[in-house]
T-cell receptor, first 116, second 113 residues
Framework: TQLLEQSPQFLSIQEGENLTVYCNSS?????LQWYRQEPGEGPVLLVT?????EVKKLKRLTFQFGDARKDSSLHITAAQPGDTGLYLC????????????????FGKGTLLTVNP | NAGVTQTPKFRVLKTGQSMTLLCAQD?????MYWYRQDPGMGLRLIHY???????AKGEVPDGYNVSRLKKQNFLLGLESAAPSQTSVYFC????????????FGPGTRLTVT
């Protein structure tokens, strides 16, 4: 069973601060996704990384996939109240060589609160 | 373009009752999924489908059945609801070639008393 551990579980910061959340596993993943979920809503895909060492930027958000494709981080610069939400990472593995049996493993999430 | 929609938004059932949750997507995605989300447990896959007329078990399939008679719809059934099935249920869909990028519906909050 593949597990993804996210840390910290909870994070409360002031507007303007920087933060990093982590997603770690002992397993190798073909891809790593980050989602943000707001209360009462479904998760919304933020980014996908597929190459070891890959870095992607989305405005103030920077995502990195570890060289060994076992871990990832999300860094937010100058956090804003609108960044508040549950951040989920998900690792993907093709369950068979044909790729038709693709499985995602989700971490339990980091609940971020950005206070004005 | 509504994306992924789920019906109903909320539901309360008594133990032993049955119900069907409906998921619809208008993105012509081949793959569809049902997850449940519980505090401290994260998202867990119940069943999924890689095409019309096909279904497969996920991580926690017991007590649930699914059907995919049309490409755009994926139904989740509870034949005899139990309190342990109290949860928030999410449907998701994806393209076959990018199955790792899943698009989620808004969820159904189900309470079984």
């Amino acid at each position: 069973t593949q597990l993804l551990e996210q840390s910290p579980q909870f994070l409360s910061i002031q507007e303007g601060e920087n933060l990093t959340v982590y997603c770690n596993s002992s397993s190798v993943f073909s891809s790593l996704q980050w989602y943000r979920q707001e209360p009462g809503e479904g998760p919304v895909l933020l980014v996908t990384v597929v190459t070891g060492g890959e870095v992607k930027k989305l405005k103030r958000l920077t995502f990195q996939f570890g060289d060994a494709r076992k871990d990832s981080s999300l860094h937010i610069t100058a956090a804003q109240p609108g960044d508040t939400g549950l951040y989920l990472c998900a690792g993907g593995v093709a369950a068979n060589s044909g790729g038709s049996n693709y499985k995602l493993t989700f971490g339990k999430g980091t609940l971020l609160t950005v206070n004005p | 373009n509504a994306g992924v929609t789920q019906t109903p938004k909320f539901r309360v059932l008594k133990t032993g009752q049955s119900m069907t949750l409906l998921c619809a997507q208008d993105m012509n995605h081949e793959y569809m999924y049902w997850y449940r989300q519980d505090p401290g447990m994260g998202l867990r896959l119940i069943h999924y489908s890689v095409g019309e007329g096909t279904t497969a078990k996920g991580e926690v399939p017991d007590g649930y059945n699914v059907s995919r008679l049309k490409k755009q719809n994926f139904l989740l059934g509870l034949e005899s609801a139990a309190p342990s099935q109290t949860s928030v249920y999410f449907c998701a869909s994806s393209w076959a070639l990018r199955a790792y990028e899943q698009y989620f519906g808004p969820g159904t909050r189900l309470t079984v008393t």
